[in-house]
Structure formats: structure tokens, C-alpha cells
């Protein structure tokens, strides 16, 4: 099967040009001027950008949380990312306290495989580190599961103390992979969670107001400290905070190996959009949404590379039969968003159209750093000869409402309901199959395949 897609500008990271695109089987065959060639198929792209598929590399589908599942399946989920332009996901893998690493990443592949209709990939999240699991680590990576997550967070739940997250970046050290962290100060922001509550203050603009952006800050500071110290590279994931984003700046001005991605929740949405009475339960996530201010110093960041990459942390919960949960008590509601379907459109509306960054850096924090940072490179992430023909045809002119009417999300609702936006993809393809074409699914469930990736972290810049 050949695929030509002509006639359209191709745009990767390092820069763009007018350029044909030959796919041959699932493949990237030639890019530039395409000799006369028998194609089984053309897909004209005058007019329209032609780039490498997204890559989300923080998702949470089925994740089970405060007694209750996020609601996309990797099926619904990852559907929804292919009509948003996103063709590759990297989920986490949950271990659950007092269980091994394996059986958490095999619970991970059960749910993942025969529903997937795009590539995959895991990371591991750790909540319980112990001579065992920390010994089961260096097999994780050698299967292609190179990126371990801990929590300073969610106390009880998640969180690990400094010492288990020392012992977790030792061993990393060792393995060649890249520890993850969620860093906010859990037990400090329990305190404040309760007196607020004590204090009546029970709706869910108050889950805003007690994680303050210094409790993010100082997590920051100190798992990158510790990270210096055990000499392994470390990334902050869903950064939403000035001051968590002082302390990656600092470090990589001292020349560590920081690194962070924000989330278009913390770019577009704002503390007051977690206001209004009970409505403001579709907004929670952790960490919070911030004061306005935060965002322009976000933005700032991902234009001087202080943040490299853009991701969701998708999470879905439905408002009416999840988020319900916590009525009457902020701290009870599931905390997560959606977004996995509005990433790419989002960051080319504020970002490229907003003038903030460049088609290309649209391309690199949406597509190429995700596939450079996470063992991804050379087969996504670019389009060039001999990569995977993960491609999108980008319409950067077209302009929609962003809609839980029109959205394919398992979820009854949209964080950007009503917003208007610029850009869409109009064809993806998938390893050389388009799968959406005009808003129209053309895929088949469970043709999306688990990808083993290659341990980065000491070659990640
Ligand atoms: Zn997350």
C-alpha cells in the first residue's frame, strides 16, 4: 500500500517546506520532490500543513481514583486523541500499594491491548518502594517501560517520603531511565485542605485556594535537589506554577538535568474558573488551576525552553455521577480533566495563532520533544524517511467550537465549552492508515500496538 500526500508544507520541528510525503507500507518513504510513482491512494494537502502525529505523553485512561475509574477507555480515549491529531499516547502504569511493579504494568497491558486504536506506550507510576520493587525496576526498563513516576502528593495514596524517592532515583542512575514527579507538598496542603474545610469553606474554588503555588514550588526545588544528588535527570510533570517554574529554571541554568511539561489547563483555565458554586468541580485537578499571572509566565517558559513539552494529564470524570462525589466536601472530588482530543488545536490557537511560538515549536513541544525525551526518536516525532507515517494533514485555517456536543470524549462535559478555536486536523494516519478523515472514523479497535521504548535519561537535552 502507497499513500502519496501532496502538495502541502511540511513542517517538523527543525523547519518547514513545501514538500510531497510517500508513505510505503507503514512507513515514511521519501520527503521532498516524489518521482512519477504508482500510489494506491493521494491525499492532496494544498493549503494544509503536513505534520508528525502528536504525542501525549501523560494520560490516564481507566485510572481508578477516589473510589471511582476515569472514564475513557484506552478505546474511547484514544480515538478521541486520533481526531484531535494525536497518534501516540504514553500512559501510566499504576503500581498499587503493597503490589509488585509487574502486576500493575500487566493490569496496564490487559487494559491497553486489543482496545488501543493508536501506538502506545507506559510509564510506571511507584507508591510503595521497597527492595523488591526497586530491584524489579531495572527489568521495567529493559522491557521498554524506561520512566518512573513518584508522588510527594496524596498522602496515603500515592505519596513516597524523600528517602523512597532517593532509593528509586538511585537505582535509576543506574538503569539509564528518567524519574517523573508530581511535586506539590502533599502533607502541608492536607493541613490547609482541612482547616479550610473545618472553616466551611467547602466548594470546589477552595481546592484552588489551599494547594498554594509554594507548596509546588518547594516540592520542586527539593526532588530536583535530590535528584542532583543521586545524578539522575529528572521531570516535573503537569507543572502549573511561577514558583515550581523558578526552581526548574534555576537548576538548568546551573546546568542540571531539569526538565518539566505544563498542561493547556494551566495555559487557558484560571482559579476563577473553579468558582461558580458547585460547577467549579469540573476544573479540579491537582495541581490546581492558577491566578491569570501564572499562565503568561507558562508561556514564557515554553518559549525559552524552560518547559519542553506540552501534555494533558487526561483524566476524565463526568460531572453528573463522578465529580458528584465531592459535593458538600472539595477534598471528595475525583481530581482530574479532559483533554486529550483539544491538546494540538488548543496549543496552535493560543500558541502559533496567539504568537507566542512558531508553527515549528508548535510542532516540537506537541510532537518531536515527546518522542525525543521519551525513547521515541527517529520513529515518531518527525516527519522524515523512515519514521512511522504517523501524519496529520493540518488545516491551520479552520476555525470550530470546542463542544461536550461534538467532542469524543467519554465524558458530559468540556473545560472550553463554547471556545472558539483555530486549526484542525483533517486527515490522520497511523502507521500509514488513515484512520480520521473529515471527522469521520475510519479505524479498526485494537490495531494499536505497545511500543517498547529506549531509555533516555542521560542523553535527554
Ligand atoms: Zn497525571
Known amino acids: 500500500m502507497r499513500t502519496l500526500i501532496a502538495n502541502g508544507t511540511v513542517v517538523n520541528a527543525g523547519g518547514s517546506a513545501r514538500a510531497d510525503v510517500l508513505i510505503d507500507g507503514e512507513t515514511i518513504a521519501l520527503v521532498g520532490a516524489v518521482p512519477e510513482v504508482a ?83 507506559f510509564h510506571m507510576i511507584m507508591s510503595d518502594v521497597n527492595d523488591d520493587s526497586l530491584r524489579e525496576m531495572d527489568a521495567l526498563v529493559g522491557e521498554g517501560v524506561t520512566d518512573f513516576k513518584l508522588f510527594t502528593a496524596y498522602p496515603g495514596v500515592f505519596l513516597s517520603d524523600d528517602g523512597a524517592i532517593f532509593r528509586a532515583m538511585q537505582r535509576t542512575a543506574h538503569n539509564g531511565g528518567l524519574i517523573l514527579m508530581h511535586a506539590e507538598n502533599g502533607p502541608a496542603i492536607d493541613v490547609v485542605a482541612a482547616q479550610a474545610f473545618e472553616a466551611g469553606q467547602t466548594d470546589p474554588y477552595f481546592h484552588g485556594v489551599v494547594r498554594y503555588p509554594i507548596f509546588e514550588g518547594e516540592a520542586t526545588n527539593r526532588v530536583i535537589s535530590l535528584a542532583e544528588a543521586a545524578g539522575v535527570a529528572v521531570y516535573i510533570v503537569h507543572l502549573s506554577a511561577r514558583d515550581a517554574l523558578d526552581a526548574v529554571r534555576t537548576a538548568r541554568d546551573r546546568g542540571v538535568n531539569a526538565f ?151 465524558v458530559d462535559y468540556s473545560c472550553y465549552e463554547g471556545r472558539h478555536v483555530q486549526g484542525g486536523s483533517d486527515v490522520v494516519l497511523s502507521r500509514g492508515e488513515v484512520i480520521v478523515e473529515n471527522g469521520t472514523w475510519q479505524g479498526a479497535a485494537g490495531r494499536g500496538r505497545f511500543l517498547k521504548r529506549q531509555p533516555t535519561g542521560g542523553a535527554i537535552r
Not at 57 to 73: C, I, N, Q, S
Not at 269 to 274: C, P
Request: proline residues 5%.
Open 39 to 121: 500510489v494506491d491512494r493521494r491525499i492532496d494537502a494544498a493549503g494544509k500543513y503536513v505534520i508528525p502525529g502528536a504525542i501525549d505523553v501523560h494520560t490516564h485512561m481507566e485510572l481508578p481514583f477516589g473510589g471511582t475509574f476515569a472514564k475513557d477507555t484506552f478505546e474511547t480515549g484514544t480515538r478521541a486523541a486520533a481526531f484531535g491529531g494525536t497518534t501516540t499516547i504514553i500512559d501510566f502504569a499504576v503500581q498499587s500499594r503493597g503490589g509488585s511493579l509487574r502486576d500493575g504494568l500487566d493490569a496496564w497491558h490487559a487494559k491497553a491491548q486489543g482496545n488501543a486504536v493508536i501506538d502506545y506506550g
Open 260 to 410: 518539566a511539561e505544563t498542561c493547556p489547563q494551566y495555559l487557558f483555565l484560571s482559579l476563577e474558573d473553579l468558582g461558580h458554586g458547585f460547577e467549579g468541580a469540573k476544573f479540579i485537578c491537582s495541581p490546581p488551576l492558577r491566578t491569570t499571572d501564572h499562565q503568561t509566565e507558562l508561556w514564557k517558559g515554553l518559549v525559552k525552553d524552560d518547559l519542553q513539552l506540552v501534555s494533558t494529564d487526561h483524566c476524565p470524570f463526568d460531572f453528573k455521577g463522578q465529580k458528584d462525589l465531592g459535593r458538600g466536601d472539595f477534598r471528595k472530588v475525583p481530581n482530574g480533566l479532559p483533554g486529550v482530543e483539544d491538546r494540538v488545536d488548543l496549543m496552535h490557537d493560543g500558541g502559533v495563532v496567539g504568537g507566542w511560538i512558531s508553527k515549528e515549536r508548535w510542532v516540537e513541544v506537541v510532537s518531536a520533544a515527546p518522542a525525543r525525551m521519551f525513547g521515541l526518536e527517529g520513529r515518531k516525532g518527525t516527519v522524515a524517511p523512515g519514521a512511522d507515517a504517523d501524519l496529520v494533514v493540518y488545516d491551520p485555517n479552520r476555525r470550530h467550537v470546542i463542544s461536550a456536543t461534538t467532542h469524543h470524549m467519554n
